[in-house]
């Protein structure tokens, strides 16, 4: 099975701070029983590491260097979602856009999801905690980009190695983002409207 641990970073909300953001990793289970085997390893030499925090990290030196790995090509194994609990309190809404997404995902995709997805302490988890310092810094570099109009970069050694990663980002731009909203909207009335239906009809055959 593969798991997806996700974290986010950033809200969005004004000028100073206009970028709201959802990062993680995808990977085999064993292979984060492993990464989280080595990682807890790395963490218990000095200097000693409780948790990892993205925005803690930036102002470190080289301390994590070589804790993450890339991960292989995905074959088509089942998938699993695992969120950071308590995603800016956003939990229902990722439960209402996965519905949404079930309806317009081709089911050759949908097939491969094992279950819904799931919310777990970013405190207790490290693979969300590997999460966390990618959503930080790929925020914090997606800022220091539109700030200076495309002529800086985000300076840190742990996003020097978390590039290294290979990966592939999904931009959604607010035309995006509003056709979605519209699209899932559209499915959760026809769901509401279909299940409003099923009890009319229960409750005629009762009565009958």
């Known amino acids: 099975m593969l798991q997806v641990f996700v974290d986010d ?14 990062a993680g990793y995808v990977g085999r289970v064993r292979n984060w029983e492993a990464a989280a085997d080595a990682l807890q390893r790395n963490m218990r030499k000095s200097p000693k590491l409780e948790y990892l925090k993205g925005k ?8 994590f260097a070589g804790l993450m790995s890339a991960f292989k090509k995905p074959s088509r194994e089942s998938i699993e979602l695992i969120f950071d609990q308590g995603v800016i ?39 969300l905690q590997m999460a966390d310092l990618l959503a930080w810094h790929s925020r914090r570099d997606y800022y220091e980009q539109t700030a200076s109009m495309g002529t800086r970069r985000w300076d840190a050694r742990v996003w020097d190695e978390l590039r290294k990663i290979q990966g592939k980002a999904l931009f959604l731009r607010t035309p995006e983002l509003i056709e979605f909203k519209r ?6 009335a026809a769901y509401i409207m279909q299940k409003t239906s099923v009890n009319v009809a229960s409750r005629i055959r009762t009565r009958a």
């Open 9 to 22: 970073s950033g809200r969005g909300e004004n000028q100073e701070n206009p970028v709201f953001l959802l």
């Open 56 to 63: 803690e990290a930036a102002s470190l030196t080289g301390n």
């Open 89 to 127: 309190g956003r939990e229902r809404h990722i439960q209402n856009a996965y519905e949404g997404l079930m309806g317009f995902i081709p089911s050759e995709m949908t097939g491969l999801l094992a279950g819904r997805p799931r919310f777990e302490d970013d405190r207790k988890i490290l693979p």
């Open 183 to 188: 699209r899932l909207g559209e499915k959760r």
